[in-house]
């Protein structure tokens, strides 16, 4: 009888001889193993290398239950991809019973990676498990998270890459010399505090009736947030300058060639136009689309606004926050006061009623 065996890679190396490996591992195999005995040696290999089940009660039994919850799958695939990285880094300890797991545990796994690993990796490595723990506290998987009160990993002085704020005069300067198909952008960032690859996705029909609406990849988030003062003049001559009726396209952001932008395209053309801005004297060294994210946050702290507020108009309701701030945001209310106060508006706008204090 002719068994049929796959996950097998045969072939011949330059010297002749016959050479057979398991395709999942690499592990060599004798070629003179045939039939019966073959099968049976890659099935003993394909058990070796199946994940195993985690135990209950371990380190990696939370982790499989966190993956399996939505704070996991409504992270945007980036996001998920990074996590799985912290996952797999820590599968040598995935078997440590929860018993051992205090903060003073997570402070020498913390000392320990940061010397392999480095700062970065090893702070979003904790959030991750700060955020894993959280789950496994809210579903009685765990009593506690050892996470919340441990110091972050201090990162390389070399290695660091702040995203400063950009001060008021680089803001006016960088936005008056941008041309459109940055202008955009960058005013998105500049006046709603938006991530780069929010902006950067977003279909034409996002702005509506005085409305950019989106969902923020980073957590899920729904948001809706008002185009007031400039914004909305630069959208405005956004969509008359690029008409559906020439464009193959529905994104609001398109590129010099009336194209959508990619990611990689942006970043390295939107930083030889900072780089540009910074050689003509309009700004200084370290802009940053992130920066105008911070530089929403410091205007609205600076005119008194509570930290709740300012996480609910930059939507940074991350699995990681302690409280939930409030999904029924009254957008006729203090997220257009807030808008003002970013967009310079002479008075407050109502672009929008919402008598009934709806979810937005």
């Known amino acids: 009888m002719r068994i049929k065996i796959t996950g097998l890679k045969r072939y011949k190396d330059r010297l002749g001889i016959e050479r057979v490996y398991h395709r999942k591992s690499g592990t060599p ?6 039939g019966q005995a073959l099968a049976a040696e890659v099935d003993r290999l394909d058990k070796l290398q199946a994940p195993k089940t985690a135990q209950s009660g371990t380190l990696g039994a939370l982790l499989e239950s966190y993956k399996k919850s939505p704070k996991f799958t409504d992270l945007a695939p980036r996001t998920q991809s990074d996590y799985q990285k912290y996952m797999d880094h820590l599968k040598p300890i995935s078997g440590t019973p929860f018993a051992l797991i205090d903060t003073a545990f997570m402070a020498k796994l913390r000392d320990k990676t940061v010397k392999k690993r480095r700062g970065a990796f090893t702070n979003h490595m904790m959030a991750m498990l700060s955020s894993a723990f959280k789950h496994g506290k809210e579903y009685g998987l765990v009593t506690s998270n050892p ?5 972050k990993a201090k990162i390389a002085k070399d290695r660091r890459k702040e995203n400063r704020p950009w001060t008021k005069m680089e803001r006016v300067n960088v936005l008056a010399a941008a041309p459109l198909h940055y202008k955009v952008p960058i005013a998105l960032a500049r006046f709603l505090g938006m991530r780069r690859g929010d902006i950067l996705r977003l279909p034409r029909m ?12 980073k957590n899920g988030k729904i948001m809706k947030l008002p185009a007031l003062g400039e914004l909305r003049k630069i959208l405005d001559e956004a969509l008359e300058a690029w008409p559906v009726s020439e464009i193959d396209v529905t994104m609001l952001c398109l590129n010099s060639h009336k194209k959508p932008w990619t990611e990689m395209g942006f970043s390295a053309s939107i930083g030889k136009f900072f780089d540009d801005c910074v050689a003509r004297g309009l700004a200084n060294k370290g802009l940053t689309m992130h920066g105008l994210r911070h530089s929403v946050a410091t205007d609205l702290r600076e005119q008194g606004y509570r930290l709740e507020d300012i996480k609910n108009f930059l939507g940074q309701e991350t699995i990681e926050m302690a409280e939930h701030y409030s999904s029924s945001a009254d957008v006729s209310g203090v997220l257009i006061d807030m808008a003002n106060v970013i967009q310079a508006g002479s008075k407050r706008e109502r672009v929008l009623s919402n008598s009934r204090k709806k979810s937005v």
């Open 29 to 34: 195999i004798d070629p003179k193993l045939t």
């Open 147 to 151: 996470c919340l009160e441990l110091e």
């Open 206 to 217: 996002a702005y509506r009736d005085g409305y950019i609406s989106f969902r923020a990849s």
